[in-house]
C-alpha cells in the first residue's frame, strides 16, 4: 500500500489547481456530517451511491485507513480519489484482495479485447489458488504494461488505434492515468495516413 500510497500523493501534487478543488469538493461530500474525516458509514454510502462495489470492500478502507483510528483523513482519503480518478481499483479475482502492489494478469485475457482482463494477487498465483482457463499465461503487471509499449511499436500505423486501446487498459492496470495518454493519442493520430509505405514492405518478399 505505501507504494500506491506515494503514487497518490505525487499525483495529489501534480494536479492543477482547480482540480485539486475538486478532489476537496469529493472529499466533502463523503464527509456527510462534516467533521473533517471520512468514518465507515459515510465512506459506504458514498461509494454504494456511486455503484463502487469494488472499493467498498472492507479490505480496502482498512487498507486506506493508514494510522488505523477507523476514519480517513484528507491525506488519507486522498489514497481513495487517486485509485478512483486512476481506475486502479482492481481486485485479485480469486481471493477479492484489493490489488495495492505487483500482482499477475492473465496476458490472453488482457490482451483480448472482447473479454475482461483477468488478475490475481501473488499469494494466489503462487499457491494456485485460482481457476482460469486452460493453457493461461500469466504475467506481472510490469511486463504487461511494457509488452503494451512493444505492441503499439511493432503495429502497422492503421492498427494503432486499436492497440493503443489496450496500451490504455495496460497503464490503467499499471495505475497510470488515461490523461497522460492525450499526449501520445495525438501523435498517433497524426501519424495515420502517411503509413502506406511501411505496411507495403510488411508481408511482401518482392
Ligand atoms: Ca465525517
Ligand atoms: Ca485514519
Ligand atoms: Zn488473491
Ligand atoms: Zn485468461
Do not use: W
Amino acid at each position: 500500500m505505501e507504494e500506491i500510497r506515494r503514487a497518490a500523493g505525487a499525483y495529489y501534487q501534480h494536479l492543477p489547481e482547480n482540480n485539486k478543488e475538486l478532489a476537496k469538493k469529493t472529499f466533502a461530500a463523503m464527509d456527510k456530517n462534516g467533521d473533517g474525516k471520512i468514518n465507515r458509514d459515510e465512506y459506504v454510502e458514498y461509494l454504494k451511491k456511486d455503484n463502487n462495489t469494488v472499493l467498498t470492500l472492507p479490505s480496502l478502507f482498512t487498507a486506506l485507513d493508514k494510522d488505523g483510528n477507523g476514519s480517513l483523513d484528507f491525506n488519507e482519503a486522498i489514497v481513495l480519489y487517486y485509485i478512483m480518478q486512476s481506475g486502479r481499483a482492481i481486485i485479485c479475482q480469486s481471493c477479492k484482495t484489493f490489488l495495492a502492489g505487483a500482482y499477475f494478469s492473465c496476458s490472453e485475457c488482457f490482451f483480448n479485447d472482447s473479454v475482461s482482463s483477468y488478475e490475481i494477487c501473488c499469494e494466489c498465483y503462487g499457491g494456485k489458488k485460482f481457476t482460469h482457463h486452460d493453457g493461461a499465461i500469466f504475467c506481472d503487471n510490469y511486463t504487461l504494461l511494457c509488452r503494451s509499449r512493444s505492441a503499439t511499436q511493432a503495429a502497422p500505423i492503421q492498427k494503432r488505434t486499436k492497440v493503443l486501446n489496450i496500451l490504455k487498459k495496460g497503464l490503467q492496470v499499471a495505475g497510470i492515468t488515461s490523461s497522460d495518454l492525450e499526449g501520445i493519442s495525438t501523435d498517433i493520430g497524426d501519424g495515420i495516413g502517411d503509413g502506406e509505405g511501411s505496411s507495403k514492405s510488411n508481408c511482401s518478399i518482392m
